[in-house]
């Protein structure tokens, strides 16, 4: 399978406890980006790669949270101190950027479901 | 205000009927423009890009208004599959920044 990966798939964890996520995007794109996802509401954006550079993140990304990107290969997504807000869905996405080609389709992993308890 | 717009439904349809969606974008700097289906428990798939000259791609139109910063799919006859949830997503590129921003989705439900 050559498309974007997740792991886990599920994640259960007591509150206050650290986790961390890992996403392997499609071979050779240079984007990567990290999206939350709640019941009813579209996946909000977290933090976007470039390479491995980590060019932007949101304001929704409390100090707890942290992404790295290390060899602009796969990246991992961080949260410490669990909260049960933190619980949804967590989707990684990436796409590849030629030239100045903005029309580029981003491609979705099946995400990571943490549930805090 | 939301950066993207929807309207969440959801829009109960018989199967043969057109339905159309719309979404609004706030920022004028907004450059691409797509529509993506999710369907229940899965992840967002590309449904179509947005162009601004129109563009169809078999059942599917889409439609591009950038002086009234809108975005329209209309789907034609219907059919059971088309039940998911579509989501309007706006790339928004600022100086070294480029992310794709997401509506919260209009769910469409096609029944028999």
């Known amino acids: 399978d050559t498309g974007v990966s997740q792991d886990p798939r599920h994640k259960i964890t007591k509150r206050g406890q650290n986790v961390t996520f890992r996403c392997d995007p499609i071979?050779?794109?240079?984007?990567l980006y990290w999206y939350r996802q709640t019941l009813g509401q579209g996946p909000e954006f977290l933090t976007y790669?470039?390479?491995?550079?980590?060019?932007?993140k949101s304001r929704l990304l409390s100090d707890r949270f942290s992404a790295e990107r290390p060899k602009g290969s796969f990246s991992t997504l961080e949260i410490q101190r669990t909260e049960q807000g933190d619980s949804a869905m967590y989707l990684c996405?990436?796409?590849?950027?030629?030239?100045?080609?903005?029309?580029?389709?981003?491609?979705f992993g099946q995400g990571t479901r943490l549930t805090v308890v | 205000r939301k950066e993207v717009e929807q309207d969440p439904g959801p829009f109960n349809v018989p199967e043969g009927a057109t339905v159309a969606f719309n979404c609004t974008y706030s920022?004028?700097?907004?450059?691409?423009f797509f529509w993506y289906r999710q369907d229940c428990r899965k992840e967002p798939k590309l449904l179509m890009s947005?162009?601004?000259s129109g563009n169809e791609d078999g059942r599917f139109t889409a439609q591009l208004n950038r002086a009234s910063q809108y975005i329209s799919l209309l789907i034609r006859d219907s059919k059971l599959s088309d039940s998911a949830t579509y989501l309007c997503?706006?790339?928004?590129?600022?100086?070294?920044?480029?992310?794709?921003?997401f509506g919260s989705g209009t769910r469409l439900l096609v029944r028999p």
């Open positions: 997503v706006v790339i928004l590129r600022m100086d070294s920044s480029y992310k794709l921003i």
């Open positions: 790669f470039q390479n491995e550079a980590q060019l932007e």
């Open positions: 071979s050779e794109h240079n984007r």
């Open positions: 996405a990436s796409s590849f950027r030629q030239g100045g080609t903005l029309n580029t389709e981003a491609f």
């Open positions: 920022n004028s700097a907004s450059q691409s």
């Open positions: 947005v162009y601004s």
